[in-house]
């Protein structure tokens, strides 16, 4: 099975923008402030004998972590693909792709802190449009009507998934066991797009699902929709 191209969306992105070497230099700096973040709490632990904080930071710390490592990564070994800033997929596997908004990196070095929360919503919103028509247009080239597109979203309600072609299907346990460990994650991440801190409602997240030629019955509204949400920004 022939892989996805990958675009070349770098110059939209803050961190790829920015060059190897400061690429690096923000992941020693992200690895050596946990690091030292988790020995002072061990060390603390130690003193108390109390190592309950060191059992409760440490998996929120990594959660928080792992995508400034993880995302560039599996980009560079192209396991994980950007059709936009905000819009990943991983590779086919089993006739299926997983898709997903943007990560908790994405939002840091995307999201313009500028914007008023409304406007950083409609941002991603069409940031998902932007990459869901990318991802149909290289599918099609490719003539894989029949994968079925799958992800997970806290952003996108059921209603606005409809509208884009996607049903709404029941959440597997483990990704449920997933949410719940990378809930402070979400929470930051969630709280970047809307502009102030916000909780999200883990019962509010779901999973949705499309094969290409349902996305491909959809394309004109989802073109039609992106035109605005542009026009939007710049108003």
């Not at 969306?9 to 690091?35: A, C, M, R, S």
């Amino acid at each position: 099975m022939p892989t996805l191209n990958l675009p070349n969306l770098d110059q939209e992105h803050g961190f790829y923008l920015k060059p190897k070497q400061d690429q690096v230099w923000i992941q020693v700096k992200i690895g050596f402030t946990t690091f030292l973040t988790l020995l002072l709490v061990f060390i603390i632990c130690w003193i108390t004998g109390f190592f309950l904080p060191l059992i409760i930071i440490v998996p929120i710390t990594l959660s928080l972590v792992a995508p400034f490592f993880d995302v560039p990564s599996l980009k560079k070994t192209g396991n994980l693909v950007y059709y936009s800033p905000l819009f990943l997929a991983e590779k086919p596997k089993n006739g299926k792709i997983i898709i997903h908004g943007g990560t908790l990196f994405d939002y840091v070095f995307v999201i313009d802190r500028k914007l008023s929360g409304r406007k950083r919503m409609n941002m991603i919103l069409l940031l998902y449009l932007q990459g869901l028509d990318q991802l149909i247009d290289q599918l099609q080239k490719e003539n894989k009507r029949n994968l079925i597109l799958r992800g997970t979203s806290y952003i996108i309600n059921e209603r606005t998934a409809q509208k884009l072609g996607f049903r709404i299907v029941q959440t597997d346990f483990l990704q449920k066991c997933i949410l719940v460990y990378n809930y402070f994650n979400l929470m930051l991440s969630y709280s970047i797009a809307k502009g102030k801190w916000t909780f999200p409602k883990l019962g509010e997240t779901k999973t949705f699902e499309a094969n290409l030629n349902e996305l491909i019955e959809r394309r004109d509204f989802i073109k039609d929709w992106k035109g605005k949400l542009t026009d939007r920004q710049f108003v």
